[in-house]
């Protein structure tokens, strides 16, 4: 009998990484999740990542702290208001280098547990204009794994995977639904409180809700104010 394949998943305990998880066990590997406390602005979505990880059948759950408030630069790390309005070019919620170091965490973790598999659910087209979630940047590590690692140096190729990268919104969520993901234990919102309620004004929110409204899927956010679920 073949042994199950190994994989990390990196997991927020937002919408799309969810869906990703999801996709990750639905094709048969064995899931290792790793969220990342990097200094955000809340916690609610680490324990919505601890919650997903459980409900959705993953293999382990680890939690990596990295202070990138030391560095700031971002409304997500910084004293910076996060914007309710769209801007053009990137926005200030990017937060400078995250998903080379969520990336690079993954990596280290995946050498250990033995996989070659990593998944992230970046995403070029329904994003915020944010450069790591670009096809060229994993096209880019993906080589650099290889480089950078014993297991790459004995002849070993890690595959990082990003399932979610050509989809709008709304055919993520129609494909989390079709796996059974509830997406009401996601957190996606910026700035969302303790309890994890969403503002239902920031980028991401508002990208998620349109994403429901297009999916024509009724839309389980639990919001501060119920008058911006409309």
């Known amino acids: ?20 998880l999801a996709m990750a066990v639905n094709l048969g590997f064995e899931c290792h999740a790793l969220a990342v406390d990097y200094g955000q602005r809340h916690s609610s979505e680490l324990k919505a990542s601890a919650d997903l990880s459980q409900s959705l059948g ?22 910076i208001d996060v914007p309710t309005e769209l801007a053009e070019g990137i926005p200030v919620t990017y937060v400078p280098a995250r998903n080379t170091l969520m990336l690079s965490l993954a990596l280290g973790h995946a050498e250990v547990q033995g996989a070659l ?5 970046v995403n070029a087209i329904d994003y915020s204009g944010y450069p790591d979630c670009r096809p060229q940047f994993i096209a880019a590590f993906e080589d650099l794994c290889s480089l950078a690692t014993k297991a790459g140096d004995e002849g070993d190729r890690f595959k990082i995977h990003t399932p979610l990268i050509h989809l709008t919104k709304a055919e993520i969520i129609q494909k989390g639904t079709a796996l059974g993901v509830d997406y009401s234990k996601t957190v996606s919102c910026y700035q969302a409180d303790e309890q994890g309620q969403a503002c239902g004004v920031c980028d991401s929110c508002r ?4 994403g429901f409204r297009e999916a024509g899927i009724d839309d389980p956010t639990r919001y501060r104010d119920e008058k911006t679920r409309a």
Do not use: P, W
């Open 1 to 20: 009998m073949n042994e199950q394949k190994k994989a990390v998943v990196l997991l927020s305990g937002g919408l799309d990484s969810a869906t990703v």
């Open 58 to 79: 993953a293999a382990s759950h680890r939690v990596v702290r990295v202070d990138l408030r030391a560095i700031g630069g971002s409304a997500l790390t910084d004293d």
């Open 117 to 121: 598999d990593l998944f992230i659910g």
């Open 207 to 210: 990208l998620r809700r349109l």
